[in-house]
């Protein structure tokens, strides 16, 4: 690991990926600001830049902005107590309480502390680990591989929100959307309806935009407060916040190991890890720690989670292919699009790229903590943009990158496709993540799954027969079995307080 970290930093210590990873921190925290945007929106939209620039300067862009995104949404959560994200949500239980009592500098400042602490204890976990994962998956053969996928997808389906049955049905809606084109084994065309355009497939890029982009835009609009302005006072934290967080050092190494333990987990994420990290923490708390009318332990506790959970999430995005997440997806995405495939063969054919991936991992939270504390009062006007003026400008800059990539109209007619399918979705309530998740894994699992058939003389018993395969399989039963069960339980909770309700 330390020669691969000691190549990695000969592209790494260039002034066009240090400068690109602190424009990605400052664009995250921007776009995590503002609510409804986030981590996720903001790799979406600069996606079409990165993959035209070298693989560790791409990366290290892309990966910088889900870090700040991760963070920006505590500063929304704290002043106008609207999380930026999901992801800040428990950040406000404390942190708008500390702003009403005015606090509100030294809130962000310790969330911005606590982010990049627990941001740096991730990046740690994900440099032990992520060599040894992929480490034990080098021995792995097509079956282990099928099983993989197979637990990837069901994992994030079962966890997303809603039912599971509506997890599970979008990610395979995603398996049907990765079988179109061109079919790797017999080169026949499937799905294509003789459109050359659709011979190599979607793009995963038209995907994503139009499916959480265009749809997003979309409900912003038939939201209340489209023309408003909110009028927000400015907040100027200073370096001394890290001390104030180092108070709390327990609570922060507590927090920042909930949070890598659920993201190294497809499809828990940092929503998850906040709100358990907070629940630990308010449990563990001292009688006189005021935990939801300000207490400093319950920001430390949510954003040192939120952001440890982005170290996490990249342990089997890289050492397995297998995204944690949405955002991980796209990150999947963007290195299979600049030639790169995740999984052990990377980190023993391109040692250098990985250890260029985690030192830009590392700067990138080191550049969040300078870039959160010097520049909040910039994301402070941010917020004061009417969304009548944002909407608009979000849309135009999806079209411009759509276009972008292969100067095809075709892509931006898969773009609006996928965006009124994303309104669909979102409105009848299906997890969106699932499907990009299918499209990703999709061509992982039919290739590895036809080159197990072939090996097999005994059909589809080859994944019994192994241990690993036949192990993950079993997982697979358990997290379904496990699904319905507490789906279940809710259901017949949910029958008796309306029986006791109405008696």
Known sequence: MLDSLASGLTLV?????IGLTFLGVMFGLMVGALPGLGPLMGIILLLPVAIGLPPVAAMGFLIAIFIGGSCGGSISAILLRIPGTPLAAATLFDGYPMAQKGRAADAIGIAISASALGGLFGGVVLILFAPLLAGFASGFA????????ITGLIAIAVVSDGSVLKGLMTGVLGLLVATIGTDEFSTGYRFTFGAYQMLDGFHIVAIVVGLFAVSEMAFQVTRPGLCDKPEISIARPGFRSVLITLRHWFNLLRSSAIGAFFGSLPGAGGVISSFCAYAVAKAAAKPHEPYGDGAEGGVVAAESANNATVGGTLIPSLALGIPGDASSAVLIGALLILGYFPGPTLFEQQPEIVGGVFLVYMISNVFLFIAGILATPLFVYVLRIRKSYLVPTVLLLCVIGTFALQASVFDLWVMLGFGLLGILLRSANYPLAPLVIGVILGPLLENNLRRSLLISREGYWIFLDRPVSATLLAINVL????????????RSRSKSDTESANN
């Open 479 to 490: 997290l379904i079995a496990g699904a319905v069960w507490f789906a279940m339980r809710r």
């Open 142 to 149: 097509p079956p282990e591989y099928t099983a993989l996928a």
């Open 13 to 17: 210590a260039t002034p066009l990926a």
